[in-house]
């Protein structure tokens, strides 16, 4: 059954040479010779090899080895049974292809020796028959190896595709982590400041009317931002194109930090900010980002475990010396339900990113988070 244009195509091309082999093959051997049954024998096996030559296309062995045996008993099937052992070494194994050579040469040496070729010996006439037939297991051989290559340099461009397109999967998971990871701490940092707003309204129920309505409106306002932020998290993570993945959302600066600080007062927290950089301005927005994220984490740890403590922050460095962040307060009790640790992980992961180094330890009743970032000039 023809299955596509391309094999009409093909079956069209295989006929049309085969019968104009036959036919110069024919009109050769009998163009000075006197007609006579071998004639008829000719013919008959000329038009029985040209209609068998379709056949090469669905099962070229099978047909090469039948054009191959009328070939041993006329030369008018020499050129489809060439042409038969040509498709034979283009489209199967070398041992297939070599075996069915062999049998061709042996069925022209037959055709040979009771079928005179004028003009040319028998011994120069199976050299040539040799040489032919070796010609078609190169052409083959060659055919095949190329196509080897290109399939071999198809898939490793189709591999190479699928591996640049995991690293970008991967790259995508990274930044969405990564993300994640900096809205973690945002949203910590807000929920211990609610919590602490929410625990002073539930000790000190005796507070003024005004004192609670300020206390209820920063929690209703933090809720608010809590849920935000938390959106803008979940949106991070379902989304597959971070094109924008922190949705345009300002990266925090140095000169960020007195509004940080300046929250946790509010939350009556007592914090001392002690700055002295140089240049804050000019810091990259990786060594800012890690310093405010530092600080965040530390005020949220205080709030935890120490709470109504004071909390001690210190900032120094410049361009060149780098940035020296020390948070410390005094040891307190977390209260129940409160577990820590994780946070502290994420942010030595995170210092040491840029290069940094992060240590915490608890000495002299105190406990004291100090991290250096390096800062180039």
Do not use: C
């Not at 006197?34 to 090469?56: K, Q």
């Not at 949220?300 to 120094?316: C, D, F, M, P």
């Amino acid at each position: 059954m023809i299955r596509s244009r391309h094999d009409i195509a093909a079956i069209a091309v295989n006929l049309g040479a085969s019968g104009v082999l036959i036919a110069v093959t024919i009109l050769g051997t009998w163009a000075d010779r006197e007609s006579g049954p071998l004639l008829a024998l000719d013919l008959t096996i000329g038009v029985l090899s040209w209609l068998i030559t379709p056949l090469l296309l669905r099962r070229p062995v099978q047909a090469t080895a039948v054009l191959t045996l009328l070939a041993a008993v006329s030369p008018a099937a020499t050129p489809p049974a060439t042409i038969g052992a040509l498709q034979v070494s283009l489209r199967r194994p070398p041992k297939t292809a070599i075996l069915v050579a062999l049998t061709g040469v042996a069925a022209h040496a037959v055709q040979g020796l009771w079928r005179i070729n004028g003009g040319i010996s028998y011994a120069w006439w199976l050299v040539l028959i040799t040489i032919a037939y070796g010609a078609l297991l190169g052409w083959g051989a060659w055919a095949q190896a190329r196509a080897a290559l290109i399939r071999s340099l198809r898939e490793r461009a189709r591999r190479a595709e699928a591996e640049q397109g995991r690293r970008v999967a991967e790259a995508r998971m990274l930044e969405r982590r990564k993300i994640a990871h900096e809205m973690h701490d945002v949203l910590a940092h807000r929920l211990s400041l609610l919590a602490t707003f929410a625990g002073a309204m539930e000790y000190r129920p005796d507070s003024s009317p005004e004192q609670l309505s300020r206390a209820a409106g920063v929690v209703r306002d933090g809720v608010h931002q809590a849920l935000e932020e938390l959106r803008e998290v979940i949106s991070i993570l379902r989304d597959d194109d971070l094109g924008d993945a922190d949705g345009g959302r300002p990266q925090p600066v140095l000169a960020d930090l007195p509004r940080l600080v300046e929250e946790s007062r509010d939350a009556g927290a007592e914090v001392l900010l002690r700055q002295n950089v140089d240049e804050p301005g000019e810091a990259p927005p990786a060594v800012a980002r890690t310093a405010y994220r530092i600080i965040q984490e530390g005020l949220t740890n205080a709030r935890k475990h120490a709470a109504g403590q004071r909390i001690e922050v210190i900032l120094r460095g410049g361009p060149g010396n780098g940035l020296e962040i020390v948070v410390s307060n005094p040891l307190g009790t977390a209260p129940p339900g409160w577990s820590g640790g994780a946070g502290l992980v994420g942010l030595t992961e995170r210092v040491n990113l840029v290069g940094g180094q992060l240590d915490h330890q608890a000495i002299d009743g105190e406990f004291r988070l100090r991290a250096s970032i390096p800062w180039p000039a």
